[in-house]
């Protein structure tokens, strides 16, 4: 499109953005605080991320949601699309365009196959996790800007043998031995309860960052978002440490 022609598309998707939010609000007028539920979390996000709706639903029955998943970046572009209304991520944004309020802590660390060499040290130097070969999400992922971080931080050159766009496969290709993985402590629950995957006990580890819920700051978010927001302020972290726990 020319420059013209995305400034009237931009255009197009607020009026668009604005009509559906007048009908969910009369919607959500009409029948307490019931609508679409327009949400989306980042990959690392979508394993305990309906523990958070499944608790929501339980004081709003009847309850539509519509979730997306997907990297920082592409949820931070369908915010600014008016696709979803609000999002879930680590990493939150800088463009005060947006709003952004946390709610609960997000450790990520270095895991590797239960057999690894590694795996039984103590006190591991991310030094020594650098001669390791790194397998990583991919470029505009929270999960990488944490990794990318942690290493800068401590003037470390990371070995990147592998970049991948999903943890399950990243989980698969750690725990066949390609090499070790930095992920969301929230994505290996299971495999570490299952003696799939290890945690090397590394120096300076778990890296934690927050979880944030965030909108965007000119968007008024329809009824039963607004009240979605408030449930995962209020009740978000304690949910997570359910999941953590795999409580029913």
Do not use: C
């Amino acid at each position: 499109l020319t420059q013209a022609g995305e400034e009237v598309l931009a255009r197009t998707r607020e009026i668009l953005a604005h009509i559906r939010g007048a009908e969910e609000a009369i919607a959500g007028l009409e029948s307490g605080e019931r609508g679409l539920l327009s949400v989306g979390a980042i990959n690392a996000g979508d394993y305990f991320f309906p523990w958070l709706v499944a608790g929501f639903r339980d004081s709003h029955p009847g309850l539509r949601a519509r979730l997306t998943i997907g990297n920082r970046e592409e949820l931070l572009a369908r915010l600014t699309a008016h696709e979803v209304d609000l999002a879930v991520m680590s990493q939150p944004p800088t463009d005060p365009a947006f709003v952004a309020a946390p709610f609960a802590p997000h450790p990520h660390v270095i895991v590797a196959a239960p057999g690894h060499p590694l795996a039984s040290k103590r006190a591991v130097s991310l030094e020594r996790i650098a001669a390791e070969p790194l397998i990583t999400r991919e470029a505009g992922s929270a999960t990488r800007l944490a990794m990318e971080q942690a290493f800068s931080e401590s003037g470390v050159l990371p070995r990147i043998e592998m970049e991948i766009a999903s943890n399950e496969t990243i989980k698969q290709a750690v725990a066949a031995g390609f090499g070790v993985g930095f992920l969301s402590a929230h994505a290996v629950q299971q495999e570490l309860a299952l003696g799939r995957l290890a945690v090397i006990a590394v120096k300076g580890f778990p890296v934690m960052r927050q979880w944030y819920v965030v909108h965007r700051r000119d968007r008024r978010l329809p009824p039963i978002t607004d009240a979605f927001r408030g449930f995962v302020l209020r009740e978000g972290a304690r949910l997570i440490r359910r999941y953590e726990k795999g409580a029913p």
